[in-house]
């Protein structure tokens, strides 16, 4: 990715405890270095570090997921992109601004135009109407009352909803009062998307239905997204980028074959155990590259996963060629290195 | 709160010797210094000139605000004037109409028939004119309340350190009676209706400051976030998030204060010379005209439940649109509406009630009251007799005073005293073995205070047991509460009055508590019973203001504390029969499964796994108890019952404002103290039991 970063967070710290500020400047000057120590210090004198030197950058139209277990730290971090919840340290820019910077009514107007949010439990006011609650974003803008009814009814019939503007969210299942929270978080047109544990709180079919219409709306709309789960297979569906946290730090930050080969410790590869490898690993993960090689007439995309690979191998033992987009050939994947792929890194 | 066995669930690991020797050792000490003359009696005048110093500042203030307050005075007295006019000029088919479209409009047919039987009756009994003066009341009184609350309420929501500083200030004016800030207020405000409407918006406040404080840190926190996500600054978030996601809350707490208005008004316009329909009753009381009591006293219990009704329904349609059919309704009642007014021009008789189509039924009232009193007069002299001499005097003076041979037959000389201290003895003993050792504590401090009387016991004993036990279930900052608040009464000079209110408090409590959990529990195992009988029962009790429980106890008992003691109970009964009921049918479904699996009978269901567990919720409902027994002590002085509530009395008719003020002041430490303890139990136990 050459572009700017449309996201950049740099070097983030929330320390919930009194005086955080200077806790955590005690706390660096005590410990040396390194960020766990960091942490620990901090942990000792009752504080909590939900999220220690956290840094990422999310590119434009980017699907950047954060995934954890419950209590590490990443739906502090999401809050922190928006200022919800006010860091303690670090930076975080937005188009190269920093957001911390902003004053108050500034940080409202950055709210009511470039950013959109989705919440675990919805969050719809339970005194509006669906209509009511899509239009709310226009209304604190002051738009006008007929323009903020047609611009909300657009965006509900964009997730799907038509014909149910004038119910309360509380006659709505799960996955509706969902749709509703989307089509809230879009009415304004933002560019950048956090979704906080959006389908968490659906059943599994239903989640599954819910993903497959997120992937149909960015292909749509190409927001610049962070999209926060604790929920692996989710984030390899969904993920362009995968951030792994733990206990307030991030511990790894790679594309889902990238967790899935080189997990960075024990912690992430135990995620990666039950995941279906040969669907996830792809060509372009595995080849060694090969300068100058002569085009055989039977190449392979990059982009194939390692179940295509390894069928092609049946009844071949040699080398599979293969090429990028431009049908240029940039390297080989033996037999032996597609199996390779496919045992488990302990 | 001994009687509760409260490590009955814990297995029972032993009994802390060394401890419970100290404890026993430590009271027999004060009790023996006591005895021995080293303690001395509570002082019977003030250690603290408080009174005084009160007196002095407020009359100091009451010089320099007075013309501010005056003025406040004259232009609340605008409003007021207009409303009562306009009520009473009303022609009364009008007057029944509006209450009848008002009710339908909150709550459908059934309700407006209810209003309209309201007024109907009202108007036939030729009460309108002075039920009239007291709606004006309210309707001056309730929106003053509402807009300090709102203003209370937002600060308090907005700045967290105004809402710690205000929650004590909400727990003392709900405690202290209102007959004790009656003094200042007629002192600012001046001889006249504002006196009842201030007062009463007073006591109405805390409610509606706390619905909305409640409803708004209860709104969550994803609600909030997404409104600020949406670009919400701070008053749009107020007014279009925060409140409208709190309204159900807000609006109960708005129903309570209407409540508590009400109830309040009928009492306070004693004072401000306003002949509003609690001076009926109260007059009509004094002068033993029972029949015309009930009478008004009907008036006042049929429009708190006129009001609750109205309050509630329109609160439950909050959140429907306006539909079309109820905007025909309101078309066509204002139509019948000036056509009554019109028709009342014409036809005299339907513009004032005629005085001779009054009915009064207070004269066959009052025979069928005298029959009654005179048959039943066996049965209720008893009563009174027996509970007067066995339970309320010994427990106020002792049994070493109140044990007297006309009496018990017996006298306590040192054998009997020597048999009841082995009996208690052996009684703790008893819990002792069984490793209840709670149980023996609370026998013993039991007995304690029916030997000695809780006039009679050492002041320091009542302060010890109370510090101890507030520290024992809610640490060091309950400890001092109740520290502070018992040495407060003592410095002030209250001490003997406080241990007279506490007494009649204590046994009206204990015997509500009694009656009432067993009414719950029985609620609670049979649907029928609670639907059909004691549910509708205790609606209609709790809506009922306070005054109107003296009049069937001051005209079967007559004045004193026997009656002060009927009146508390049929009081303060609803709580305990609602968290009781409550309390066992919050026991979770699974539990009462896997013990019936177990193959319990229904007793030891009971006794063994639903009532340990409702024990916390119950124990609120004690809680609740307390605080309506405490105030109705006050009320109960009006027909004669001692104690604190007498103390506010009297400084009340000697204008003595800062001695009103005081006694006030020590019902509501008494009130926070038992507050705290109970409270601070029922969430450790709560905690303990995972709930």
């Known amino acids: ?51 220690c030197d956290v840094s990422f950058d999310v590119h434009p139209g980017e699907i950047f997921v954060i995934m954890g277990l419950s209590g590490s730290g990443k739906s502090t971090v999401v809050r922190c992109l928006s200022r919800l919840v006010e860091p303690t340290a670090g930076e975080v820019l937005i188009d190269g601004q920093n957001i911390l910077k902003l004053s108050e009514s ?60 004038n119910s309360y969210p509380r006659e709505l299942s799960g996955g509706m009062q969902q749709r509703v929270g989307i089509a809230r978080s879009l009415a304004v047109k933002p560019d950048v998307w956090f979704l906080d544990e959006p ?31 604790h929920d692996f297979l989710e984030a390899l569906r969904l993920a362009d980028r995968i951030a792994i946290m733990r206990g307030g730090q991030v511990v790894q930050i790679g594309t889902a074959a990238e967790l899935v080969l080189n997990p960075a410790d024990s912690y992430v590869a135990d995620f990666t155990r039950e995941v279906p490898r040969e669907k996830i690993i792809t060509a372009r993960d595995i080849l060694e590259p090969v300068v100058g090689a002569v085009d055989a007439g039977d190449n392979v995309s990059e982009d194939e996963t390692l179940d295509v690979l390894l069928q092609r191998f049946c009844g071949r033992r040699e080398p599979l060629q293969i090429m990028n987009q431009s049908g240029v050939i940039i390297g080989r994947v033996t037999l032996d290195g597609a199996l390779g792929a496919l045992r488990r890194t302990s | 709160m001994h009687n509760f066995p409260s490590e009955q669930l814990r297995r029972p690991t032993g009994v802390p010797w060394a401890r419970l020797a100290l404890v026993a050792g430590g009271a027999l000490l004060i009790l023996g210094a006591a005895k021995a003359g080293m303690v001395g009696a509570a002082p019977s005048t003030a250690l603290v000139p408080l009174a005084d110093w009160l007196t002095a500042a407020l009359s100091w203030f009451a ?88 203003l209370l309420g937002i600060a308090a929501f907005r700045w967290p350190s105004v809402w710690r500083l205000l929650q004590p200030l909400l727990d003392l004016m709900q405690t202290i009676p209102t007959l004790a800030y009656l003094l200042p ?84 316009s004693m004072v401000g010379g306003v002949s509003d329909i609690g001076i009926e009753v109260f007059q009509t009381m004094k002068q033993a005209k029972f029949g015309h009591s009930i009478v ?5 219990a049929l429009l708190a439940m006129t009001m609750d009704r109205v309050s509630r329904g329109f609160a439950g349609r909050s959140n429907n649109s306006f539909e079309a059919g109820r905007a025909a309704a309101v078309v066509a009642f204002l139509v019948i509406g000036v056509a009554s007014i019109a028709a009342a021009w014409v036809v005299p008789a339907l513009r004032f009630y005629p005085e001779e189509w009054v009915v009064r039924p207070a004269p066959h009232l009052d025979a069928a009251l005298d029959w009654f ?140 508590v009694l009656l009432g959990s067993a009414i719950g529990i029985w609620a609670a195992l049979n649907d029928r019973v609670s639907a059909i009988i004691v549910r509708p029962i205790c609606d209609t009790l709790q809506t009922m203001p306070i005054f109107v429980f003296l009049i069937p106890a001051v005209m079967v008992f007559l004045v004193g504390e026997f009656t002060a003691l009927v009146a508390v109970v049929l009081y303060a009964i609803v709580p305990p029969i609602r968290y009781g009921e409550l309390g066992i049918r919050n026991v979770p479904g699974e539990l009462t499964e896997a013990a019936r699996m ?92 995972g709930l």
Request: overall charge positive; aromatic content about 8%; proline content about 4%.
């Open chain 1, 199 to 229: 389908f968490s709180a659906l059943d599994p079919l239903i989640r599954r239905q819910m993903q497959d219409e997120f992937l149909r709306l960015q292909a749509l709309l190409q927001k610049s997204i962070v999209f926060i789960t």
């Open chain 2, 185 to 268: 207020i007629l002192a600012l405000f001046g001889i006249g209706p504002m006196v009842a409407v201030v007062a009463s918006a007073i006591y109405a406040i805390p409610p509606m400051v706390r619905a909305l404080v409640h409803g708004l840190q209860r709104v969550s926190p994803e609600i909030v976030e997404s409104g600020l996500m949406a670009g919400s600054n701070r008053k749009q978030l107020l007014a279009w998030v925060l409140i409208p996601s709190a309204m159900p809350t807000i609006l109960l707490g708005l129903n309570q204060t209407i409540m508590a208005g009400l109830s309040m008004v009928v009492i306070a």
């Open chain 2, 373 to 512: 009193t005179v048959v039943s007069f066996p049965v209720t002299s008893a009563l009174k007799t027996y509970t007067t001499y066995f339970v309320l005097l010994p427990l106020k003076t002792g049994l070493s005073q109140a044990v007297r041979p006309s009496v018990w037959g017996i006298e306590m000389s040192p054998a009997v005293t020597y048999v009841y201290i082995s009996a208690v003895s052996l009684g703790c003993l008893f819990f002792l073995l069984a490793r209840r050792w709670a149980l023996a504590l609370g026998l013993g401090v039991l007995a304690v205070y029916y030997y000695f009387g809780t006039v009679g016991t050492p002041w320091l004993f009542t302060i010890a047991v109370l510090t101890a036990v507030g520290g024992w279930v809610g640490g060091r900052r309950v400890a001092l509460v109740a520290l502070l608040g018992m040495l407060f009464i003592l410095l002030t000079g209250s001490w003997e009055s406080a241990m007279v209110s506490l007494e009649i408090t204590a046994v009206g409590v204990a015997l509500s």
């Open chain 2, 63 to 150: 010089d320099i605000f007075k013309g501010v307050f005056r003025a406040l005075s004259t232009l609340l007295a605008w409003p007021l004037n207009q409303f009562r006019t306009a009520l009473q000029s009303l022609p009364w088919p009008t007057v029944v109409l509006l209450a009848a479209s008002i009710g339908y409009l909150a709550g459908g047919a059934r309700l407006a028939l209810f209003c309209a039987f309201t007024f109907l009756y009202i108007v036939v009994t030729g009460l309108w004119e002075p039920s009239a003066v007291t709606l004006a009341l309210i309707a001056v009184a309730v929106p003053l309340s509402v807009v300090v609350a709102l």
């Open chain 1, 106 to 165: 500034e940080l409202i107007e950055l709210r009511r135009h470039r950013m959109g949010m989705v919440f675990q439990n919805f969050g719809l006011m339970p005194h509006m109407t669906v209509l009511e609650n899509v239009a709310y974003p226009l209304r604190v803008q002051s738009v006008g009352r007929a323009e903020r009814i047609d611009r909300a009814i657009e965006t509900i019939e964009m997730v799907g909803l038509a014909g149910r503007e």
């Open chain 2, 296 to 300: 008004a006293g009907l008036v006042i």
């Open chain 2, 598 to 689: 177990m193959g319990v009978t229904r007793w030891q269901m009971l006794w063994q796994v639903q009532l340990p567990i409702a024990l916390p919720e119950i124990a609120l409902g004690v809680n609740q108890a307390v605080m309506m027994a405490l105030s109705m002590v006050v009320i109960a002085s009006l027909v004669g019952a001692p104690g604190l509530g007498q103390d506010v009395l009297i400084a009340l008719s000697q204008g003595d404002s800062g001695r009103g003020l005081v006694a006030g002041l020590s019902i509501s430490a008494l009130a926070i103290v038992f507050d705290r303890i109970i409270q601070s139990w029922s969430a450790e136990r709560k905690r303990a039991l």
């Open chain 1, 1 to 51: 990715m050459s572009s700017e970063p449309r996201i950049s967070c740099r070097h983030l710290w929330k320390v919930f405890c009194a005086d955080a500020a200077d806790t955590l400047e005690a706390a660096r000057r005590a410990a040396t270095g390194d960020t766990g120590a960091v942490a620990r210090v901090m942990r000792e004198q009752g504080c909590v570090p939900a999220a």
